[in-house]
């Protein structure tokens, strides 16, 4: 076993549009090692998104290979990929995408749902997952009940509450205000330290350099994937 | 995903909008209360007919020899009605022609009745049932006797001036007095009371009390009945098959009598409990058939609504089925909630609907004398229905849901 987590070998993503097919990626390589903390950075039309939905298991790739935690997930069928999603992979999105009518606690235990973990049980460890991020109280709140904080951190708890091999950040902070910004960075900071790998998808240069590696994609090629001072240090 | 707990999913997704879901469940909820109340109706009224109807005014086991039908339950055209007429009657003679010649063990009995004044002292029952008939008469219509006694053979044959009266009749005329032993007044002559018939209760809301019965050759006779003539011979044996035997010799004995050839039709006529419910069964098969027709109508309707709703429901929340998807829900978990979510919903229409039905035929049996019985069967059919519908009508939309991509369902507003 290497100690990668994320092996990408010359990935492609191609979308037909009309006679012409356009290349979103164009033959991304990369690896990620297990504890890594990696920023993917770009300016819009990098294949950003792109590359944040294949990370996912969201999408598949029109070529190359994507093996994530020793499995091969680049050729997997759409209920197979379901399930490294569930297993494999907790998402924290900019828009926090919570179920607005359910509880905070509801919210955390939807993973062991699709996990098939029973009801006690996962009543129990969404209860843990909530009371680590802080939310001990809000239990029974619900999102609109929560500030945008407090959403993000409901939406972390979901994240982890599987034990993902990968915790997957869309623009974490895109709808958060600078000071709960760094709130939920030192949140991510912490998992980090804990031995969680973290790869975070962002625009804003210094939510960046949170990270310990950064990755700039450009026109849907790795353009620069360099350690940050703060790792370096 | 556990089918219990998409069905705990499910009823908090309706419970969350109750409006919505009542509206859209009312196709549903109206064709099972139909089916409830409609079957419930018919049921009792069949109980009814049955039970009451038939078994009251003839008996079971029993046939009465007659000039023509005395229970028409259907049209009968004026010249049936003038056929009718014009048939001889039924005599003494018929009578003990017909009885000599059945073979079968039976028990006989002559029948006249008429309506009559009653007196006692200053107060007058009108409208009261004289029956003239013979002592076999209680046996045959199963009367109980909750005071005194029944005449015997011996005062039918001397024709002793003795009256066996209903409930109603005693309760009335001799308020708060012992009615046994009493003298009333018929035709200006005076009967002793000597028994008192159990309470039979109502018909259509009409009371079966208000009767009084006298040896056949009692004086009031002539009140009840042209002489030597007689409204009907009443026969009962042990069960029906002995019962239809019965009626084919007394049917060979009054051919033979009245010298009929072989292609003239009978001019007498065997009244029976099944025969008087002859027309009312033709209206419940006809109500039974119409029923499935009426219960599938509104169903479908139902079924088209909740589909609609259902698709809504699916577009409303792609954005839910693209967060469940990503954390990891297959198409089968969103297909069963969808799908199970549509029956929870259908199946509380069903629901609401036998308790409406139920209602319904409550109502029914409270405010008018039929009294509604309730099926289990159609309860049961209900529940069914209900559930069938909602996930016939799912189906569709569950799989739309279930092929979302999540990339783009995600990104829904």
Known sequence: ?233 | MHLLEAFRLAFRTIRAQKLKSFFSLIGVLIGVTFLIAVVSIVQGLNRYMVDRFANTLIGANTFELRQRPNIITGNVTEDTWLAWSRRPRISYSDADYVRERIHTPATFSKFCTDRVSVHYGGKVAKDIDLVGAEATYFGIRNYEITAGRSFTPQEVQGALPVLVIGSELADKLLKGMEPLGKSVQIGGLPYRIIGVVAKQGTLFGLSLDKFAVMPFNAPARRLICPINILDALIVRTSDPSTMVQAMGEAEAAMRARRQLKPWQENNFFFQTADGALGTWKKISRILFLALPGLVAVSLVVGGIVIMNIMLMAVSERTREIGIRKALGARRADILAQFVVESAALSLSGAVAGIGFGLALAWIVKAVTPLPASVAPWSIVIGVVLGISVGIAAGVYPASRASRLDPILALRAE
């Open chain 1, 1 to 233: 076993m290497t100690s990668e987590i994320i092996r990408i070998r010359d990935l492609t993503r191609g979308y037909r549009m009309g006679d012409e097919t356009i290349l979103a990626l164009r033959g991304v390589s990369l690896d990620i090692r297990r504890n890594e903390y990696v920023a993917i950075m770009g300016p819009s039309g990098s294949g950003k998104s792109t590359m944040m939905n294949l990370l996912g298991c969201l999408d598949t790739p029109t070529g190359g290979e994507y093996w994530l935690n020793g499995q091969e997930v680049s050729r997997l069928s759409d209920d197979a990929l379901a399930r490294v999603r569930n297993r494999e992979i907790g998402f924290v999105f900019q828009t926090f995408n919570l179920l607005p009518r359910a509880t905070a606690l509801h919210n955390v235990e939807l993973p062991l749902v699709y996990a098939g973990v029973g009801a006690r049980e996962r009543r129990s460890r969404a209860a843990a997952a909530l009371e680590r991020v802080g939310l001990a109280e809000r239990m029974h709140h619900r999102p609109n009940e929560l500030s945008g904080g407090q959403r993000q951190r409901v939406a972390i708890a979901r994240a982890l509450i599987n034990e993902p091999s990968i915790l997957l950040a869309d623009e974490p902070t895109g709808n958060l205000d600078s000071v709960t910004s760094e709130e939920i960075m030192r949140v991510f900071g912490d998992l980090h330290s804990a031995g969680q790998t973290v790869i975070m998808v962002t625009h804003e240069a210094d939510i960046a350099a949170h990270a310990e590696r950064v990755v700039v994609l450009r026109d849907g090629r790795v353009e620069t994937d360099q350690l940050t001072r703060g790792a370096a240090a």
